[in-house]
């Protein structure tokens, strides 16, 4: 069983910066695929980035593309999200998750892709 655990989510002004932290224990082996996942109130949960386990390989959401930047140091079994230019719309509950199916690359932006979850971390972005 893997347990993940979030932070550094917080309330900040548009244009301000966030890194995020999803710290990982248990079986955590040599590290798992990991994914990024929002959910503001009223919508539904949403894909935001996605790193390999390598961390050679990333992907991101269009919508925070060239803002956002995960990272991963598996020494410390521990991924990041930076968050740059944060605006109101990203506000949200943000959650990781890891996911260890083979096919994960091809269903790395659907939440079936993950089979472990943390407790999300608020990020409230003020304008």
């Known amino acids: 069983q893997v347990q993940l655990v979030e932070s550094g989510g917080g309330l900040v002004q548009a244009g301000d910066s966030l890194r995020l932290s999803c710290a990982a224990s248990?079986?955590?082996?040599?590290?798992?695929?990991t994914g990024w996942f929002r959910q503001a109130p009223g919508n539904e949960r949403e894909f935001v980035a996605a790193i390999s386990r390598s961390g050679a390989t990333t992907d991101y959401a269009n919508s925070v593309k060239g803002r956002f930047t995960s990272s991963r140091d598996n020494a410390r079994n521990t991924v990041y999200l930076q968050m740059n230019s944060l605006n109101p719309e990203d506000t949200a509950v943000y959650y990781c998750?890891?996911?260890?199916?083979?096919?994960?690359?091809?269903?790395?932006?659907?939440?079936?892709?993950?089979?472990?979850w943390g407790q999300g971390t608020q990020v409230t972005v003020s304008s």
């Open positions: 248990g079986r955590t082996g040599s590290g798992y695929a």
């Open positions: 998750a890891t996911g260890t199916t083979t096919n994960w690359w091809g269903t790395r932006r659907t939440i079936a892709a993950y089979d472990h």
